[in-house]
């Protein structure tokens, strides 16, 4: 699955986050998303975009217009689970605070953006995610 998803002509992108990624995994797609409180996300484009990609000025066009961009998140990739435990859990909406050209450590360039929650994430999600 992608990170995101972007349906233009609903106006709505959701995105898709794996919290914790494996360190075994290509340097290129270990993202650094995160919580930065229970209300505030960051959030790192797919690898080899930036500000002036197709896909990211689609998805500000989705957050300039009043569009609805949808965080879900998992906790980890667990292969062959068969119960909740690799689920996507709906985190909220999001809210533009900032985004900007950034290089990952491998050099790999990348979008970062800020977002607010529209609702803060609910407390015990926080913790479980965060593993607090």
């Known amino acids: 699955m992608y990170g995101h998803k972007i349906y233009p002509y609903l106006n709505v992108a959701p995105l898709f986050v794996t919290y914790e990624k494996k360190l075994d995994k290509a340097s290129s797609i270990n993202y650094e998303d995160h919580f930065n409180n229970p209300n505030t996300f960051t959030w790192f484009s797919r690898n080899k975009l930036n500000v002036d990609s197709s896909e990211i000025k689609a998805l500000l066009n989705v957050l300039n217009n009043n569009g609805h961009v949808l965080l879900f ?4 990739d667990i292969k062959n689970s068969k119960n909740d435990e690799n689920s996507f ?23 970062k953006f800020i977002f607010n929650l529209k609702n803060s994430v609910d407390l015990t999600l926080y913790k479980y995610l965060e593993n607090i």
């Open 73 to 76: 998140i998992k906790k980890e």
């Open 89 to 111: 859990y709906f985190v909220g909406e999001c809210i533009l605070k900032s985004y900007e050209n950034v290089k990952m450590q491998s050099e790999t360039s990348v979008v």
